[in-house]
């Protein structure tokens, strides 16, 4: 089967390409490891226009709700590997299978950087973690740290207040990267912030019982059951040949969401656009829709 369009990712990005895609009745098919992508995993979204505050998986649950009314085939919890150009388009191979297209939008998003010390790969799921969200009620009275001074950071950070029964934000940086208004509201609900404070190893036993930090005043051991790292992230897109990056392995698009590539688009997270917010992200996705549909167009 040859598909009109192809969209890698069901984040903000790629549910919003695909809405604008059926709406120009394009045949078309999504394929995701999962639906909402790090939208989920935020927590209180307060800059997302018409909601003055949802959640981040209530977020994704309204995108996931607004894609299904348009009947497009999703095929989650597939991971793409390979997208490549043929004769006719584009082949792209999952581990379950492949698929032709005519044109893809690449809205693959984001993984977690790694802080890349000792005991963090030891410790993973027994006490290290990646996401506030997804594990931060496994915590509750607990002692817990976040490592990262961003706006990440500190939504983790104002997550985990609820929840655990205390919480220390560390950054190597000294200055704080997060918005002042998150920082004011994690002094305010009892975060501890330490910086600029380094990471030497995370300790434990079975699970995290501790992670030691290298600050002005020498090594300090802080007693923590939870280690959430919030230190930013890169961009998946090793799976796309040929089509330019920069430095940071995001796919280069031009204002119509072009790649080098033609009839290769790119939306989102995974892109070099400036600021990586969900409204953007869903921006990106709605103009690579459109100009996938006008390429389609030319092609008939």
């Known amino acids: 089967m040859m598909w009109d369009l192809l969209i890698v990712g069901a984040g903000p990005a790629g549910i919003t390409a695909a809405i604008y895609a059926a709406r120009k009745r394009l045949h078309t098919v999504v394929v995701s490891r999962d639906i909402g992508g790090q939208a989920a995993a935020s927590w209180d979204v307060e ?3 018409g909601y003055q505050m949802i959640t981040g998986p209530e977020l994704a649950a309204k995108f996931k709700e607004h894609l299904e009314k348009f009947g497009l085939p999703v095929h989650e919890g597939e991971t793409v590997m390979r997208v490549a150009t043929d004769g006719s388009g584009f082949l792209v191979q999952t581990e379950r299978g492949e698929y032709r297209a005519r044109t893809v ?3 693959s998003g984001r993984t977690p950087r790694r802080l890349g010390v000792p005991g963090e790969e030891e410790f993973r ?3 290290v973690t990646w996401c ?3 594990d931060g009620p496994l915590f509750a009275g607990q002692r817990v740290a976040v490592v990262g001074g961003g706006n990440a950071g500190f939504d ?6 609820k929840i655990a029964s205390s919480v220390t934000v560390i950054d190597v940086a000294e200055r704080l990267r997060a918005d002042p208004v998150m920082v004011e509201k994690a002094r305010a609900g009892g975060a501890e912030l330490l910086f600029p404070a380094t990471v030497k190893r995370i300790i434990g036993d079975q699970f995290v019982t501790g992670i030691e930090v290298v600050t002005a005043d020498g ?3 802080l007693p923590v059951e939870g280690v959430f790292v919030e230190i930013g992230s890169t961009a998946v897109s090793d799976f796309v040949e040929k089509a330019a990056r920069n430095a940071a392995g995001e796919l280069l698009v031009n204002p119509r969401c072009e790649t080098d590539v033609p009839g290769l688009f790119a939306a989102g997270d995974v892109t070099d656009v400036f600021s990586k917010q969900i409204v953007v992200a869903c921006g990106e996705g709605a103009k690579a829709a459109i100009a996938a549909a006008e390429y389609v167009g030319r092609l008939s």
Not at 156 to 161: D, G
């Open 47 to 49: 800059n997302y226009t």
């Open 105 to 107: 939008i690449v809205a």
């Open 219 to 221: 090594l300090r051991t």
């Open 132 to 134: 506030a969200t997804c």
């Open 125 to 127: 799921n027994r006490g």
């Open 156 to 161: 983790a950070a104002l997550q985990l207040l």
